[in-house]
């Protein structure tokens, strides 16, 4: 059965990565897999440079520069996964990885609080509150002379 053909890496439905953009590199893993772990190039780097991108605008390449800037070198988002035995699956799982870093940085931040004030009665039940916290604690004291 022929593999299906994917045409590149989906981050949202209005970005998808073309494959071409993307370069694997395969390295030994660290991880699990007994004694197959010393001949077996399981560990997946997949790499994404950011700058020569044809799939990017200028206002997106911004945000992930500003968002993804510390994990960028010279332009290039790199992605490692070696949790898994199999090579297939550290693929799978680095591919899932950089979709989520380029979406989470792709998405609007939070709304901008407005600021508000306080209304005139939570303002009075506040003070209330601290005026009879203050008269208990008053009324604790046991020293003569203290009370008012």
Same mark, same amino acid.
């Given at each position: 059965m022929p593999s299906p053909v994917r045409p590149g =890496?989906?981050? !949202?439905? #209005? =970005?998808?990565?073309?494959? +071409?953009? =993307?370069?694997?590199?395969?390295s030994r893993s660290s991880g699990p897999g007994g004694q197959g772990v010393n001949t077996t190039? !399981?560990?997946?780097?997949?790499t994404w440079d950011l700058r020569a991108s044809a799939v990017l605008s200028e206002e997106q390449l911004r945000r992930l520069t500003e968002q993804l800037g510390h994990r960028l070198t010279g332009?290039? =988002?790199?992605?490692?996964? !070696?949790?898994?035995?199999?090579?297939?699956r550290n693929r799978d799982a680095a591919a899932r990885r950089l979709a989520a870093l380029v +979406?989470? +940085?792709?998405?609007? #931040?939070?709304?901008?609080?407005?600021a508000t004030r306080a209304t005139r009665g939570s303002q009075e039940r506040r003070l209330t509150a601290k005026r009879q916290r203050s008269d208990t604690k008053r009324l604790r004291s046991s020293r003569p002379g203290r009370e008012d």
């Amino acid at each position: 059965m022929p593999s299906p053909v994917r045409p590149g =890496l989906v981050v !949202s439905p #209005g =970005l998808t990565i073309p494959r +071409a953009e =993307l370069t694997e590199r395969f390295s030994r893993s660290s991880g699990p897999g007994g004694q197959g772990v010393n001949t077996t190039d !399981s560990r997946v780097e997949l790499t994404w440079d950011l700058r020569a991108s044809a799939v990017l605008s200028e206002e997106q390449l911004r945000r992930l520069t500003e968002q993804l800037g510390h994990r960028l070198t010279g332009g290039v =988002l790199t992605v490692v996964a !070696s949790e898994h035995r199999e090579q297939r699956r550290n693929r799978d799982a680095a591919a899932r990885r950089l979709a989520a870093l380029v +979406a989470d +940085a792709l998405a609007p #931040g939070p709304r901008a609080r407005k600021a508000t004030r306080a209304t005139r009665g939570s303002q009075e039940r506040r003070l209330t509150a601290k005026r009879q916290r203050s008269d208990t604690k008053r009324l604790r004291s046991s020293r003569p002379g203290r009370e008012d």
